[in-house]
């Protein structure tokens, strides 16, 4: 079975500075790994995705992930955030079975002050 | 446009009643969840239908109910038994399970008076 850890519950940050937020995972077989956003009362939307190859994953809105194997690890990361990048974040992963679920961490609450 | 609806938006759910929430995707996709969101707690499965006519429960599935009859529609029924219902809840749908992007509603949000 797999599981996916966020280390932070919430994120301060001041505008234009950088940001990473934190998800590690474990699991005894190979998964796939996902970023989404949620912003306030809404729904989620795909950031990005790892399925394979490079371990540098590159989404919307600026944002890239890392996929460390050795690490088991797939932090989220932006150069510069700004105040609309303010939203809960939420990494999950899913074994590669059809049958597999995909499994959600708690969230992270980013808040980008100006 | 392509997407799923949620409705309502806000729910309010009275002691002993059942309470159906509406899910709808016109993306053809297969695979369609039920979430629910709680604070702190990130989202939990409660049911998934893979196909129409079929559906399978999730981590926490006592006190719901879903039926799949058609393949853009897969409503949640949240019953008396559920003693502990106020949360966010969202659908979700994808082309199929496993390592498919799951595409999300905006969410209806239920609360109890």
């Known amino acids: 079975a797999q599981s996916v850890t966020q280390l932070d519950s919430q994120v301060p940050v001041f505008e234009e500075a950088p940001v990473e937020l934190r998800c590690n995972y474990s699991?005894?077989?190979?998964?796939?790994l996902f970023w989404y956003v949620q912003y306030p009362n809404q729904g989620l939307q795909l950031l990005l995705k790892y399925l394979s190859g490079s371990t540098l994953v590159k989404g919307i809105n600026g944002f890239e992930a890392e996929f460390n194997k050795s690490q088991t690890s797939f932090h989220l990361r932006k150069p510069s955030v700004h105040i609309s990048d303010t939203a809960e974040y939420f990494c999950?992963?899913?074994?590669?079975?059809?049958?597999?679920?995909?499994?959600f961490g708690t969230g992270t609450r980013l808040q980008v002050f100006p | 446009d392509g997407g799923i609806t949620q409705s309502p938006k806000y729910l309010f759910r009275k002691e002993g009643q059942n309470v159906t929430l509406s899910c709808e995707q016109n993306l053809n996709h297969d695979a369609m969840y039920w979430y629910r969101q709680d604070p702190g707690q990130g989202l939990r499965l409660i049911y998934y239908s893979q196909i129409v006519n079929d559906f399978q429960k999730g981590d926490i599935a006592e006190g719901y109910s879903v039926s799949r009859e058609k393949k853009e529609s897969f409503p949640l029924t949240v019953t008396s038994a559920q003693k502990n219902p106020t949360a966010f809840y969202l659908c979700?749908?994808?082309?199929?399970?496993?390592?498919?992007?799951?595409?999300f509603g905006p969410g209806t949000r239920l609360l109890v008076l």
């Open positions: 979700a749908s994808s082309t199929g399970t496993g390592v498919q992007t799951q595409y």
């Open positions: 699991s005894s077989v190979s998964v796939y």
């Open positions: 999950a992963v899913s074994g590669a079975r059809n049958t597999d679920k995909l499994i």
